[in-house]
T-cell receptor, first 108, second 113 residues
Framework: DAKTTQPPSMDCAEGRAANLPCNHS???????VYWYRQIHSQGPQYIIH???NNETNEMASLIITEDRKSSTLILPHATLRDTAVYYC?????????FGQGTELSVKP | SAVISQKPSRDICQRGTSLTIQCQVD?????MFWYRQQPGQSLTLIAT?????????ESGFVIDKFPISRPNLTFSTLTVSNMSPEDSSIYLC??????????FGPGTRLTVT
């Protein structure tokens, strides 16, 4: 079973920041937090990962709480092309166990 | 990064038949994975396929139903055997290029009638 809990859906206005929360209260010390997204009719796409520290890349920022029991993915300026299902996954690499994810709708 | 192709992209098959799905990657990778995505659902891992060893299947999936081959570091096949309508899904392969990133193929959309 997936080790994460995410809201099933969220809306965001185009150009605004999208903040997607994830709870992973049973995460172990060696497990990373990964974020992937799946745009309709495509395979999932890697976004970002982190262990303890906050991370940023060209796509997004990942904020992990100090106790590592939750995290937030931030898309700083959401566009219509960011409409997708976003999956938060915890693991040590290798196989990915997907939960139900959050369906993000970016609206004009 | 890695570029992955899958064949066929989609197929419609009759119950009781088998379909072999091919996954080709443009670079050598050790770990490949096969997933199933049923209509409206999330992805479920079927098995891990490492070159030179038998595939490792997840709970609920068996080799007789989903035999996998991994003849080299750039190619793998998944066969869906003795199909029933419940096997109608999108089947995706993925490769791990580092501990942190997996790249997914576009998927094979299978409909069983």
């Amino acid at each position: 079973d997936a080790k994460t809990t995410q809201p099933p859906s969220m809306d965001c206005a185009e150009g605004r920041a999208a903040n997607l929360p994830c709870n992973h209260s049973t995460i172990s010390g060696n497990e990373y937090v990964y974020w992937y997204r799946q745009i309709h009719s495509q395979g999932p796409q890697y976004i970002i990962h982190g262990l303890k520290n906050n991370e940023t890349n060209e796509m997004a920022s990942l904020i992990i709480t100090e106790d590592r029991k939750s995290s937030t993915l931030i898309l700083p300026h959401a566009t219509l092309r960011d409409t997708a299902v976003y999956y938060c996954i915890v693991g040590e690499g290798g196989k990915l166990i997907f939960g139900q994810g959050t369906e993000l709708s970016v609206k004009p | 990064s890695a570029v992955i192709s899958q064949k066929p992209s989609r197929d419609i098959c009759q119950r009781g038949t088998s379909l072999t799905i091919q996954c080709q990657v443009d670079s050598q990778v050790t770990m490949m994975f096969w997933y199933r995505q049923q209509p409206g659902q999330s992805l479920t891992l079927i098995a891990t396929a490492n070159q030179g060893s038998e595939a490792t299947y997840e709970s609920g999936f068996v080799i007789d139903k989903f035999p996998i081959s991994r003849p080299n570091l750039t190619f793998s096949t998944l066969t869906v055997s003795n199909m029933s309508p419940e096997d109608s899904s999108i089947y995706l392969c993925s490769v791990e290029t580092s501990l942190y990133e997996q790249y997914f193929g576009p998927g094979t959309r299978l409909t069983v009638t």
